[in-house]
């Protein structure tokens, strides 16, 4: 596990004012916050690694050749972080606004940034850092685009008001994948007025920020920016190296040694003990002293599953998200029995699409702030957004429900029982148009009727 060091603070020196901001960040106080920032890379790259599967028990001293020595790595990190997205996610956020015209524009800013993948690996990473970033940018189209940052790559500087106001970004990077030898560093200052590019300590030709914000933003799992998986990293590890142990006593049991007793091996019969597992000790000639038997160490098997079973138990509750592979899921798959099984995660969602709600606003304001984008720039004020959580429907369930609300609710909240609509609006105006339809049908057939032209039966 990582070794976590002292607060994150900044000496006093650091901090600067916004008035200082417009004219331009020194490149001696960037470099202090990037050395600052680098403090961090630790619990990055080691919550990186577990997600990745390269835990640490494969980097445990290993044990001399003649012992067992399994290394094995369960990788829950992945399966909280994959179930929670695919609970939570895996139906895309709907975001819609009233005016046809910027609902349009949303859509089409949408599209063109491949949204539905783009928000999944933004709050993935999210999950894995605790945090993630959404920067921006104008193409040669002078269309907005969007991409995902890690905090590895990129950080911002606030203010210490009550408020905390942003007051710069940094993002940069090395030449050099390698870390013992980085190469230079490269980078950009982003500010509300300008962008001012680096290399190797030295600022690039500025430019301007066409949005009058920093086109960056930051969406936290939590306040504390904590990874999902963060607060089980020390049960995981223990769940390894069980496991590995377990291991290890298998392969022991079956490469058990040989006890010779009472009589005495030649040397040839005893060469390399150790590899041969051979254990020979004597004393008597007498062939009723002699005993030839395989050594079994004490089995602590029950022990030992009971640990891993108490581990795997405790990895799922204290990280609030369902082991859905579990078998006992198969007996909950309707109603409130399934929703008491996943009400830990369900609060943890809730939590997280308050602060995505939050940013997503942020964002829509980055994209409004463009004349070219949307003519009203207060428009992202009525952007409406809606999460839909990934369960399994029943169908049947739904519209019984549907029907029992009818003249109880309007035709929108029984229309929004139903999974299998997606849009109620447009839902609502099909169902006028087919009512008018059948209406307009029904006053022409008795016209025809009525003139005699349609044979009644």
């Known amino acids: 596990?990582?070794?976590?060091?002292?607060?994150?603070?900044?000496?006093?020196?650091?901090?600067?004012?916004?008035?200082?901001?417009?004219?331009?960040?020194?490149?001696t106080l960037v470099n202090e916050y990037i050395?600052?920032?680098?403090?961090?890379?630790?619990?990055?790259?080691?919550?990186?690694?577990?997600?990745?599967?390269?835990?640490?028990?494969?980097?445990?001293?290993?044990?001399?050749?003649?012992?067992p020595d399994n290394r094995l790595a369960v990788n829950f990190p992945r399966y909280i972080t994959e179930t929670f997205m695919g609970y939570a996610y895996g139906i895309p956020i709907k975001k819609s606004h009233p005016d046809e015209k910027i609902d349009d524009a949303i859509k089409s800013f949408e599209d063109d940034n491949e949204i539905t993948d783009h928000e999944y690996e933004l709050f993935k990473k999210a999950c894995i850092y605790g945090h993630s970033w959404e920067y921006f940018y104008q193409d040669e189209d002078a269309k907005t685009q969007m991409t995902v940052f890690s905090p590895?790559?990129?950080?911002?500087?606030?203010?210490?008001?009550?408020?905390?106001?942003?007051?710069?970004?940094?993002?940069?990077?090395?030449?050099?994948?390698d870390s013992d030898y980085p190469g230079e560093k490269y980078g950009e200052i982003l500010t509300p007025t300008m962008i001012e590019p680096f290399e190797g300590g030295q600022k690039k030709e500025v430019h301007d920020n066409p949005y009058g914000y920093i086109p960056c933003v930051e969406y936290r799992l939590n306040d504390e920016r904590m990874g999902i998986f963060e607060e089980v990293t020390g049960l995981v590890e223990a769940y390894n190296h069980t496991i590995g142990e377990k291991a290890n006593d298998v392969d022991a049991f079956a490469e058990a040694y040989l006890a010779i007793l009472?009589?005495?091996?030649?040397?040839?019969?005893?060469?390399?003990?150790?590899?041969?597992?051979?254990?020979?000790?004597?004393?008597?000639?007498?062939?009723?002293?002699?005993?030839?038997?395989?050594?079994?160490?004490?089995?602590?098997?029950?022990?030992?599953?009971?640990l891993l079973?108490?581990?795997?138990?405790?990895?799922?509750?204290?990280?609030?998200?369902?082991?859905?592979?579990?078998?006992?899921?198969?007996?909950a798959t309707a109603g409130?029995?399934?929703?008491?099984?996943?009400?830990?995660?369900?609060?943890?969602?809730?939590?997280?699409?308050?602060?995505?709600?939050?940013?997503?606003?942020?964002?829509?304001?980055?994209?409004?702030?463009?004349?070219?984008?949307?003519?009203?720039?207060?428009?992202?004020?009525?952007?409406?957004?809606?999460?839909?959580?990934?369960?399994?429907k029943n169908i049947?369930?739904?519209?019984?429900?549907?029907?029992?609300?009818?003249?109880?609710?309007?035709?929108?909240?029984?229309?929004?029982?139903?999974?299998?609509?997606?849009?109620?609006?447009?839902?609502?105006?099909?169902?006028?148009?087919?009512?008018?339809?059948?209406?307009?049908?029904a006053v022409t057939r008795k016209m025809f009727e009525t003139n005699g032209d349609v044979d009644v039966e």
């Open 1 to 27: 596990m990582y070794k976590s060091k002292k607060p994150y603070q900044l000496p006093e020196p650091l901090l600067c004012s916004p008035d200082k901001i417009e004219n331009g960040i020194p490149m």
């Open 35 to 67: 050395r600052k920032h680098e403090e961090r890379m630790q619990r990055y790259n080691y919550l990186e690694n577990l997600y990745k599967g390269f835990h640490d028990v494969y980097r445990q001293p290993e044990k001399p050749d003649w012992k």
């Open 152 to 177: 590895k790559e990129l950080f911002v500087v606030y203010d210490d008001t009550l408020k905390n106001h942003a007051l710069f970004a940094v993002r940069y990077g090395y030449h050099s994948l």
């Open 262 to 306: 009472g009589a005495e091996l030649d040397e040839e019969g005893i060469y390399k003990i150790r590899d041969n597992r051979i254990i020979n000790l004597y004393g008597t000639d007498d062939a009723k002293d002699i005993l030839v038997q395989f050594l079994q160490k004490p089995t602590a098997d029950g022990t030992q599953e009971n």
């Open 309 to 331: 079973n108490r581990l795997e138990t405790l990895i799922y509750q204290t990280s609030m998200v369902a082991n859905i592979s579990d078998e006992n899921y198969g007996n």
């Open 336 to 392: 409130i029995a399934l929703a008491y099984k996943l009400q830990a995660m369900s609060n943890l969602a809730l939590g997280f699409d308050r602060k995505i709600e939050k940013s997503l606003r942020k964002r829509y304001k980055i994209f409004c702030s463009l004349s070219t984008n949307v003519p009203d720039k207060d428009a992202w004020r009525d952007v409406e957004i809606k999460t839909t959580r990934n369960l399994p």
């Open 396 to 441: 049947l369930e739904e519209a019984q429900t549907a029907a029992q609300l009818e003249g109880m609710v309007s035709r929108e909240t029984q229309l929004s029982v139903l999974s299998i609509v997606s849009n109620v609006s447009e839902e609502i105006d099909k169902m006028e148009k087919e009512q008018n339809k059948q209406e307009q049908d």
